[in-house]
């Protein structure tokens, strides 16, 4: 199974700042790689696709990059809505399934 | 506008079944897949598997197969998923989520169901 990781676990962020997220996967997932925003009480929220393809609705601050096995959401400027949970998951291994990370929790400082 | 809204939450024995239902609305239901996430109390999301909804293939996640099943309704645009043989660590919200293929991301979600696993 592939395994993901992510980094930091906890980012504390003052609204209008940058916010870079990572995420790693054991083995190449190539560009199958969601990132996901979940909010407390909330289903998660689909942010980018393929690795750097904001979905339908997705605000330009935030932005997606890598492939293979290092990727990064970038939050260009955060705001006071944006603080959350945020998830990778790659979707490029099956069997034995698709995995997600850990999460980063974004806070404001 | 594309919405997936889920049954209410359960409460189960162990050892006993659940169905959780999934119905679509807004666009043209056998023309996606619905993927199932389930997420435990204070913990991160898990993929449980997926079903198309055009021919009903399914794809689990090798750790709960032989005890989930997924399925749909094409004439009410509704998907199910079943789990048995509960125990409590399946405790958990479990969604479903619209994925147009297997390998694709989940781009609309359900509200979540919550079931509660106890004796």
């Known amino acids: 199974e592939i395994v993901m990781t992510q980094s930091p676990a906890t980012l504390s962020v003052s609204p209008g700042e940058r916010a870079t997220l990572s995420c790693r996967a054991s083995?190449?997932?190539?560009?199958?790689l969601a990132w996901y925003q979940q909010k407390p009480g909330q289903a998660p929220r689909l942010l980018i696709y393929?690795?750097?393809t904001r979905a339908t609705g997705i605000p330009a601050r935030f932005s997606g990059s890598g492939s293979g096995t290092e990727f990064t959401l970038t939050i260009s400027s955060l705001q006071s809505e944006d603080f959350a949970v945020y998830y990778c998951?790659?979707?490029?291994?099956?069997?034995?399934?698709?995995?997600f990370g850990p999460g980063t929790k974004v806070d404001i400082k | 506008q594309v919405q997936l809204v889920q049954s209410g939450a359960e409460v189960k024995k162990p050892g006993a079944s659940v169905k959780v239902s999934c119905k679509a609305s807004?666009?043209?239901?056998?023309?996606?897949?619905i993927s199932w996430v389930r997420q435990a109390p204070g913990q991160g999301l898990e993929w449980m598997g997926w079903?198309?909804?055009?021919?009903?293939?399914?794809n689990y996640a090798q750790k709960l197969q032989g005890r989930v099943t997924m399925t749909t309704d094409t004439s009410t645009s509704t998907a199910y998923m079943e789990l048995r043989s509960l125990r409590s660590d399946d405790t958990a919200v479990y969604y479903c989520?619209?994925?147009?293929?297997?390998?694709?991301?989940?781009?609309?979600w359900g509200q979540g169901t919550l079931v509660t696993v106890s004796s």
């Open positions: 989520a619209r994925a147009h293929r297997l390998y694709s991301s989940g781009d609309y």
């Open positions: 807004g666009y043209t239901f056998t023309s996606y897949g």
């Open positions: 079903i198309s909804a055009y021919n009903g293939n399914t």
């Open positions: 083995q190449s997932v190539s560009s199958n």
């Open positions: 393929g690795a750097s």
């Open positions: 998951q790659q979707y490029n291994n099956w069997p034995p399934g698709f995995t």
